[in-house]
């Protein structure tokens, strides 16, 4: 079961994520190096590969809020980070459901660094408080772009059947 | 419906469509500046594997304008704008803004300025404040790189969620040096930066009907600091004379109103003929306080500019506050106008000259200092008061600084005193 390696606030937004000066990086291979770069202690964990693959940033409401940059979302499935949080700004979450950033909607998570959590289809269990929290459910419109393996292969499938038409 | 509820049911060939609906919108405009360089990569990605070539389906509907790093910054920089210059000229992309004097400028005013947006459209791209185009009577909105990579395909915007709209009624004449910046301050500091997540900010109200689109412009531009999807004010008259008289627009236009019954998520009513100048202060843009509260508060750097406030009215009140005076010592002053075009306009009208005698530099239209990618980074522990849109943590480059929001009379009368002043005490 996965633990919680970082936990933040409200409102936290892509540039904190991903901080505008890295915004020449493009490249899924290469922002990874700068999530959270100001955020130094946390970025230097990540760079070094202390944190495992499946681990947990917890948010609070409105995570990645701001920019459209997709960076901010590449940055952290570099890493493999799966995102809880209470809710999340529209582009952000839009962007994390097209590149395949595994991110969870849970309104009233409640949970401290280094908690380990059991992530099932309709809750989050806090295995270390004992407490457990609903996940809202994406809806079926974002749920098929998921399924696909994200947006790209998505707009392939329906290019090709256009094509066949 | 809505307008949004209006526009979305014609760019899907629909009688009507409310809130929740799922749809597949056909897109009338697609917007990129610099990260273009990303959406290139995806587009190409999304051909992978098929024996179709990467063509964009209508290379008249997708505009590239650089902004974000202009002049480039950096090789890495030059060498991104160089790739998306080769690929859009081998698409055929006509709406295309280079660094230059004459056509270029930030995305969200050469697109208004040339007419490329019109009521009724949808209109998507690939930067946050891309709502700024509701201004005109458009459903407008920001995507990531991959989206756009989708739509360059497509031509259409896959899953789209038909948002709930809040209608704003806006009453009341602003007092003097208070405007649309301040409005639209004081609206976020009420709703909060969530308050309108997933959600359509539509203007009405007798305030809108006399705000010249400029205003408009600054107000759809922050709805997204909001949350909003997208802010919009319905076409009118004005709307008209600006795409006529300022964008050289000759062909017809077919400007789309919310029906008397429209279906409201809620209403917001706002009188601003109270309004003080409203200041956000760091290091979210909700958290707004009326000028008494943080005036002499000590500030190092002012910025003027931007795609929320670089146009010719807001160079009009810095300079008409500037002229003949000097910027206080010990504080640096950055003017960037909005595009090349303003620039010029302001030149003839001898704004440059009186805010460079009074001690401003001013930069070349682009997005600046705004992002903290390049120019006007802040020191360790410097404050800068900017009419830019944005005050999160690092913005303007560095997370050891602080960022102030304000109207530009605001930042005029401030870089006289190099503390926060009101400028109807100045």
């Known amino acids: ?165 | 419906m809505t307008v949004v509820e209006k526009i979305l049911a014609r760019a899907t060939g629909r009688p009507s469509v409310k809130a929740g609906d799922v749809l597949e919108p056909k897109v009338d405009l697609a917007m990129s500046h610099e990260n273009a360089a990303l959406v290139i990569n995806q587009f190409r990605e999304i051909y992978q594997g098929t024996p179709l070539p990467p063509r964009i389906w209508d290379a008249r509907r997708v505009a590239v304008i650089f902004d974000h790093r202009v002049p480039a910054e950096s090789p890495k920089t030059a060498s991104n704008q160089k790739k998306v210059r080769e690929f859009i000229g081998a698409q055929g992309v006509g709406k295309f803004h280079d660094i230059r004097g004459d056509v270029g400028g930030i995305c969200h005013q050469v697109l208004p300025e040339n007419g490329y947006v019109r009521p009724g459209y949808v209109v998507v791209g690939t930067d946050s404040h891309t709502t700024s185009h509701g201004a005109l009577g458009a459903f407008a909105f920001g995507i990531g790189a991959t989206e756009m990579a989708s739509v360059w395909a497509l031509g259409t915007v896959l899953n789209v969620e038909v948002p709930p709209t809040i209608k704003v009624i806006v009453k009341g004449r602003f007092r003097k040096f208070v405007g649309a910046k301040d409005l639209i301050l004081h609206i976020i500091g009420r709703i909060s930066a969530q308050g309108a997540n997933f959600k359509v900010l539509e203007f009405h109200g007798e305030t809108i009907r006399r705000l010249p689109t400029s205003g408009r412009l600054v107000l759809c531009n922050m709805s997204v600091e909001a949350g909003a999807t997208a802010g919009i004010v319905p076409a009118d008259e004005e709307t008209a004379r600006y795409l006529r008289e300022e964008a050289g627009v000759t062909d017809p236009l077919e400007p789309v109103l919310p029906d008397a019954g429209a279906n409201y998520e809620s209403v917001l009513e706002v009188n601003v003929s109270r309004l003080e100048p409203q200041i956000a202060c760091p290091h979210t843009v909700d958290n707004v306080k009326p000028i008494g509260q943080v005036a002499g508060t000590r500030v190092n750097q002012i910025v003027i500019g931007s795609c929320t406030n670089g146009r010719l009215d807001d160079l009009a009140v810095a300079a008409k506050i500037l002229k003949g005076r000097k910027v206080a010592p010990g504080t640096r002053m950055l003017i960037f106008p909005a595009s090349a075009k303003i620039f010029r306009q302001a030149l003839g009208k001898g704004y440059i000259g009186a805010f460079m005698q009074a001690g401003a530099v001013v930069m070349n239209s682009g997005c600046g200092p705004c992002l903290g990618i390049h120019q006007g980074a802040l020191g360790d522990g410097e404050t800068a008061l900017s009419t830019t849109n944005r005050n999160f943590k690092g913005r303007m480059g560095n997370p050891q600084a602080a960022v102030y929001l304000c109207s530009p009379a605001v930042a005029a009368a401030s870089a006289l005193t190099g503390v926060i002043t009101d400028p109807r005490k100045s």
């Open chain 1, 1 to 165: 079961m996965p633990n919680v390696v970082f936990k933040v606030g409200d409102d936290v937004s892509t540039d904190v994520i991903y901080p505008g000066r890295y915004m020449a990086t493009v490249l899924p291979t290469e922002t990874p190096q700068f999530a959270f770069a100001d955020e130094t202690a946390f970025n230097a964990k990540l760079k070094a590969r202390q944190v495992p693959p499946g681990s947990v940033l917890v948010g609070g409401r409105n995570f990645g809020c701001g920019s459209s940059r997709e960076q901010a979302v590449s940055c952290l499935k570099g890493h493999e980070l799966i995102i809880v949080a209470r809710s999340f700004a529209r582009i952000f979450l839009q962007n994390a459901i097209n590149l395949g950033l595994r991110m969870i909607v849970c309104p009233e998570i409640e949970a401290a660094e280094g908690d380990e959590l059991e992530l099932t289809a309709g809750a989050v269990v806090n295995k270390t408080t004992g407490r457990q929290f609903s996940v809202e459910p994406m809806p079926q419109s974002r749920q098929v772009i998921i399924d696909a393996g994200g947006l790209i292969p998505y707009t392939r499938k329906r290019l090709l059947a256009q094509a066949a038409a």
